[in-house]
């Protein structure tokens, strides 16, 4: 993602809940039928596609599976490597780059969990959204993305435009949960 | 808030979903063999029951697949929901009567 995206005034941090502007690192959105995801998959070094709404990490890449065709592919400022790109260009699929469209951030802090509650009616305690787990979901008018990448630290990314709504959005959810 | 299970994600809020209109509509293989009224009728009429309703439903803000689903037009309450090109399930009486409740 360009340095654009991640000023600091997209920041946001209250009591108890920090949200971090993420740096770097490429996005691509791959689209196609179960064979070539798994195909994908074996060539990023993996033994099979994560499964729906899970994630795999793979170097410096991590896979993340938002629908039954479709992964979201993380990457470092490297880009996909290249026997990955050779296999794509042997099969039918749909390989986007959608770094520029991509806007994300580390959410962590004592009261991540009721600010969460407040953006979203997902459950996401441990028992329903274990780590890992990974799903496109609305945040107020945001589609987003939300990633749990740890048992306190969440990943989210929204388009870019939807950047200063969400960052205004979370601050809100933020400043309810501190009271 | 009502709920809708995604046959992929799950259950989801409602928000996350768009309709898509009535399920089980097949495309004519040979339209030019149609006459204008048969055409019509592939094209605009559609069943507007008081009761269960097979539709077609798209989870927009997920993983953006389309589905199938039973609904109950009266309460709004969901039958089942199924993967498409599945055939329209049976429907228990004791589910129709428990989506009309």
Do not use: K, N, V, Y
């Given at each position: 993602m360009s340095d654009v995206s991640v000023s600091n005034s997209l920041a946001v941090s209250r009591a108890g809940f920090t949200a971090t502007p993420l740096k770097g690192g490429r996005r691509f959105a791959l689209q196609g039928r179960k064979d070539t995801l798994e195909g994908a998959a074996k060539a990023f070094g993996l033994s099979e596609a994560p499964g729906m709404l899970a994630s795999a990490a793979a170097g410096d890449c991590t896979l993340l599976r938002l629908a039954p065709q479709e992964l979201f592919i993380i990457t470092g400022d490297a880009g996909l490597p290249e026997a990955v790109t050779t296999y794509l260009g042997t099969v039918p699929n749909s390989l986007v780059e959608v770094s520029e469209r991509q806007i994300g951030w580390t959410l962590e802090g004592e009261k991540l969990r009721d600010t969460l509650a407040a953006l979203s009616p997902l459950d996401m305690r441990e028992r329903s959204f274990p780590v890992g787990m990974v799903t496109r979901t609305l945040f107020g008018k945001a589609d987003g993305m939300v990633w749990r990448t740890g048992m306190d630290t969440f990943h989210l990314e929204v388009w870019r435009s939807f950047g200063p709504y969400m960052s205004s959005m979370m601050d809100a959810a933020a400043l309810d949960a501190a009271w | 808030m009502l709920l809708i299970r995604c046959p992929y994600c799950g259950e989801r809020a409602e928000v996350e979903f768009s309709n898509g209109g009535?399920?089980?509509?097949?495309?004519?293989?040979?339209?030019?063999?149609?006459?204008?009224?048969?055409?019509?009728?592939y094209l605009y009429m559609r069943d507007n029951p008081k009761?269960?309703?097979?539709?077609?439903?798209r989870h927009a803000h997920g993983c953006n697949r389309f589905f199938n689903a039973i609904r109950d037009t009266r309460t709004d309450r969901f039958v089942v929901t199924y993967e498409i090109g599945q055939p329209r399930p049976e429907v228990t009486p004791e589910q129709a009567a428990e989506a009309a409740r």
């Open positions: - | 009535e399920a089980h509509i097949d495309r004519p293989r040979d339209p030019m063999s149609l006459t204008d009224e048969e055409w019509a009728q009761g269960l309703i097979a539709e077609r439903w």
